[in-house]
């Protein structure tokens, strides 16, 4: 088992500071077997009370001057620290999207990753070294808990998100874009993708799927041995345990209010006597779980479990067209909501030597053309259609899963993070551990 991101955080953060001196950036590309996982953030130095990017906007380019911006731009290579686990998002990455920042000089120097934390690390690393100024990152895919301990550790470049000019088409009044995962984006990363959560299933041997989370839990107590999911921090697994959770407690409500221990604990009594019962009729009993999302997704392609939870709906999509799963395998929500979504980000750290590059590739995702190529891969807009020129380009038919308006309608909203790290902990000690 994997010792938390919490604690292994602290040890990388120290190595980074004495080894970021010899290093140059970029470096060799991880293996691409794992999903990404979050970052704590105890390692945060700014203010946490108030969680402000203290980042000098001033130390880059004006992104309200974009005819200056592309100017400097020319020439750049942005390294993009990104998860590289994922096929089509790495084909959709190397295709199109280097290509369209190409046309602007721009050339895209794709760094994949196992663990978003690494990139974070890496940032951390430099700032303690005093290298402020040529970092080796211009951008990473992050959201979530990396997000705000990036933000609170004074990481992001900001400022600048919402003036990009693709980002008229983002609808940023809607707190699912604004906020990540209860943090403020205040201008310090620019939205790419969204998710949403579905359950997996054969339609041949459950043609009605899933009413709800209770559902999934009658029908688990009545077929055991047929589900599992990773173990948290997984990145999936996580958020499997988020959405039991949800659906033990008949919502997200009560997880909304300011975490603190006490009410932590009085909100999730309960809950993990509940998950002990439950587990005997997971996958092995309950005594072993998966380490990573994609041994679950073995699991499901050799028949060894016949529901999981997952974020990945391009993933299924492309295991049914290549014949990994059946044709009868579909990907939808609970009939009553519960689904958990999110929305992917892009931030550029505060030490970028290239940020001109990494603002033009940020509105390259943004661009029409971009999100479209990507939607044809099952990845959903970040865009609103309705503020594009060619709302019709997003009807993208998919039979293994539902259009996204419709997985996303009723979806439930990501916890803070203090909540998420909490929730994960005591899964490890009370349920795991048990």
């Known amino acids: ?64 001057d974009w005819d200056a911006v592309v100017t400097e731009a020319d020439g750049q290579t942005v390294n993009w620290f990104m998860y590289g686990g994922d096929a089509g998002l790495n084909e959709h990455v190397t295709g199109i999207v280097s290509d369209l920042a190409a046309e602007q000089g721009v050339t895209v120097n794709q760094v994949r990753i196992e663990d978003t ?8 690393g430099e700032q303690q070294a005093g290298v402020d100024k040529d970092g080796s990152v211009d951008l990473i895919w992050v959201n979530g808990e990396n997000f705000r301990t990036g933000k609170q550790a004074d990481l992001w470049f900001c400022d600048w998100a919402e003036q990009l000019p693709n980002a008229e088409m983002i609808p940023w009044e809607d707190p699912a874009i604004n906020t990540d995962f209860g943090t403020p984006v205040d201008g310090c990363e620019a939205p790419w993708n969204r998710a949403q959560s579905i359950v997996v299933y054969d339609s041949e041997e459950i043609p009605d ?24 921090p997984d990145f999936t697994g996580a958020m499997t345990v988020r959405t039991m959770l949800y659906g033990y407690l008949g919502g997200y409500d009560d997880l909304t209010a300011e975490y603190d221990e006490a009410t932590f604990d009085e909100v999730t009594d309960g809950f993990w006597d509940y998950m002990n ?23 499901f392609a050799n028949d060894q479990i016949d529901v999981y939870l997952t974020y990945e709906v391009a993933e299924v999509v492309r295991n049914v067209q290549d014949g990994v799963y059946p044709d009868t395998v579909r990907g939808d929500v609970f009939d009553e909501g519960g689904n958990i979504g999110n929305t992917n980000y892009v931030g550029i750290p505060y030490n970028s030597p290239n940020k001109a590059g990494a603002m033009v590739l940020a509105n390259v995702l943004q661009s029409v053309e971009a999100q479209v190529d990507k939607a044809a891969f099952a990845y959903y807009p970040v865009l609103d259609p309705a503020l594009t020129d060619d709302p019709a380009a997003f009807d993208v038919e ?10 996303a309608e009723g979806a439930a909203p990501e916890i803070s993070g203090a909540w998420i790290s909490a929730i994960d902990d005591v899964w490890q000690q009370r349920v795991l551990q048990q």
């Open 1 to 64: 088992m994997r010792v938390s991101e919490r604690k292994r955080i602290l040890a990388v953060v120290g190595v980074m500071a004495m080894l970021v001196a010899a290093c140059s950036g970029g470096g060799e590309t991880p293996s691409d077997d794992a999903a990404p996982e979050e970052a704590d953030a105890n390692t945060a130095t700014a203010d946490e009370e108030t969680g402000e990017a203290a980042a000098d906007s001033s130390g880059g380019p004006d992104p309200s």
């Open 209 to 232: 799927g899933f009413a709800s989370m209770a559902d999934l839990f009658e029908w688990i107590e009545a077929n055991p041995g047929r589900f599992t999911h990773s173990a948290p």
């Open 398 to 407: 998919a039979e293994v899963v539902p259009p996204f308006a419709e997985l």
């Open 117 to 124: 934390v690494e990139a974070i690390n890496a940032v951390l």
């Open 277 to 299: 019962e439950l587990k005997a009729n997971f996958w092995r009993n309950g005594e072993t779980f998966p380490q990573s999302h994609p041994e679950v997704v073995d699991l």
